[in-house]
């Protein structure tokens, strides 16, 4: 019994991935900006079903919440101030694109260094431990406590940054 | 007769089990939940139109639907029927994939919340340990195929019509949220089932609506709700006076039927979600059973969302975002600070204390962020 459902699990997953992968690679090359932005949120709900599979479902939620729900629209917003964003002529390549793949190389043989060198340590399946959402909570409160204040402080300054930039009124 | 649906379903694996291995049963007991639910959906909100036109109808002293069947009984299979074989037109310059694709996704996220819903004892479909954050996240991306919708059919009113869902969606997710959390807090989980065995003293009446910081979390948390699902008073979204029809201008037939099936449903799903966290979801006195206490709550506040449409007129688009920003948010900030302070102190510095805590944020919020507007002068005429 087991077995079997480990197996269909597992031809899940890599349907997943599959599909994520395929939605990023639709996302940079689709010429309407608009499909680029909705095959992304594809890619996003593929990366929150892996977390899901990795038992990580508070954060596979918090994915979907921040990214989909919030970010995806901003950007959705973003893409209705653009100029032309239905014409299919639009050039997807510009003068920048040969140092722009230089970067992206050098990004990926970073992490590509970085995944090798880290030593994985490999644990027999089932035995993942399933972290709830109050150890999550106990955590940021005792053991992370200085970067989630720091975070704060981050975003509190933001806020009043856009409410500065806002302001009709000088102060 | 508490038990049934769930006496019903050990019954049918019982059957299924005698010839069937062990994996197929879990994949059974799956599907069977799934069947339930994807079949109680659109029945749900097949009825809730019927529900809608004759309350409607009484409101405005008129009978509403009554000509097929008995007292219109009929009428949703008759509009089925109606919507299924009329013509579907899609705009010359629509964008093809996205016109269609749009009234498939909406109805996605409004049946997959579903999955959370402790409809009565031992009736939660999943019984999720974040079950309430995977309703605020999945509710969330109902605004993209909305806005699919109003940007594939290339129509201007159909566009102003999604952006104005857009805005809507994310100023009032804020506050819907925040309303919660008093009752995240105090539960300390965010499983539907917890929260609903939280709200059992009393003999099942222990609600949190009950309590002072919890009426005023359901308030705002219900009225976000409607917001949510873009029902009147807050559907600008499809301001029919405005701009057509909204985001569904360019859609006939089917499609249409399926914003409106995912609109019912949400509006189901919202009620039931406010009725699991201030109403004490199936919990009740025992006379009735527990899955007949969800859906009369339920029903209950759908009722009030359909009263609402009867009674009251249209927002302005800069109220709708004012309601949200700056009365109801600081609201549900001094409703989280009362509500710990509530829950932590006992006698009479608890109300006195509460009652306190009030004042200072009305003073805070209210007093010292007025304007400052300068003194009325008087002219008076030289003698």
Redesign the interface.
């Known amino acids: ?1 087991i077995s ?2 480990q197996t269909g699990i597992q031809i899940g997953i890599y349907l997943v991935m599959a599909l994520s992968v395929f939605a990023a690679l639709a996302a940079v090359n689709l010429p309407n900006i ?2 680029a932005a ?1 095959a992304f ?1 594809g890619t996003l709900l593929g990366i929150a079903g892996i977390f899901i599979s990795l038992r990580a ?2 954060l596979a ?2 994915h ?2 921040i990214y ?3 970010v ?2 901003l950007v ?2 973003a893409i ?1 101030l653009t100029q032309r964003l ?1 014409d299919p002529n639009v050039r997807q390549h510009n003068n920048l694109s040969a140092p722009a793949f230089l970067g992206g190389l050098a990004f990926l043989t970073l992490m590509a260094k970085l995944i090798y060198t880290t030593p994985w340590p490999v644990k027999a399946a089932g035995t993942v431990p399933h972290v ?3 150890d999550l909570g106990q955590a940021l409160m005792t053991t992370y406590v200085f970067p989630f204040e720091v975070i704060s402080v981050v975003l509190i300054s933001a806020l009043l940054g856009a409410i500065v930039i806002a302001k009709k009124d000088p102060l | 007769m508490d038990q049934i649906f769930v006496t019903l379903k050990s019954g049918i694996l019982d059957q299924l089990g005698r010839f069937l291995p062990d994996w197929a049963l879990v994949v059974h007991s799956v599907l069977i939940s799934i069947t339930a639910i994807a079949i109680l959906g659109p029945v749900t909100m097949m009825y809730l139109t019927l529900l809608e036109r004759k309350v409607v109808g009484r409101m405005q002293n008129r009978p509403g639907p009554n000509r097929v069947g008995k007292w219109g009984v009929l009428q949703p299979i008759a509009d089925g029927i109606k919507m299924l074989t009329k013509e579907d037109i899609v705009p010359l310059r629509a964008d093809g994939v996205l016109h269609f694709l749009a009234p498939v996704l909406i109805v996605m996220p409004a049946l997959l919340v579903f999955a959370v819903i402790p409809f009565g004892r031992n009736m939660t479909p999943v019984n999720l340990n974040i079950g309430f954050l995977y309703f605020i996240a999945v509710s969330s991306t109902s605004a993209i195929p909305i806005f699919m919708a109003s940007w594939g059919s290339r129509n201007k009113y159909a566009l102003l019509g999604g952006m104005r869902v857009i805005a809507q969606m994310i100023s009032y997710e804020v506050p819907m949220v925040l309303a919660a959390v008093p009752v995240l807090m105090l539960t300390g989980s965010l499983s539907t089932n917890d929260i609903v065995t939280a709200q059992s003293g009393w003999g099942g009446l222990q609600w949190f609506a009950l309590t002072p910081w919890g009426f005023a979390g359901f308030i705002i948390f219900f009225l976000c709700g409607v917001a949510e699902c873009n029902r009147s008073p807050f559907d600008l979204a499809e301001a029919e006076s405005e701009i057509i029809a909204g985001f569904h201008t360019e859609y006939s037939g089917m499609k249409f039927a399926l914003f409106y099936m995912a609109e019912f449903m949400n509006s189901f799903t919202v009620s039931a979600i406010c009725t699991t966290l201030f109403l004490g979801g199936w919990q009740g006195p025992g006379f009735l059973p527990s899955w007949l206490w969800f859906f009369l709550k339920t029903y209950s506040l759908i009722f009030v969302m359909i009263w609402f449409r009867g009674t009251l007129p249209r927002f302005r688009i800069d109220q709708l975002m004012g309601l949200a920003w700056k009365l109801l948010l600081p609201m549900t900030l001094a409703n989280i600070l009362i509500a710990g302070f509530w829950h932590f102190t006992h006698g009479w510095i608890k109300i006195a204390g509460s009652i306190a805590l009030v004042i200072a944020s009305y003073e805070g919020l209210v007093r010292l962020n007025q304007r400052y507007t300068p003194e009325k002068r008087v002219y008076t005429f030289a003698e």
Request: hydrophobic share 70%; proline share 0%.
């Open positions: 019994m079997e459902m608009f499909h909705l949120i479902d508070f939620l918090a979907i919440l989909v729900g919030a995806m629209t959705i917003f209705m239905s709830s959402v109050m």
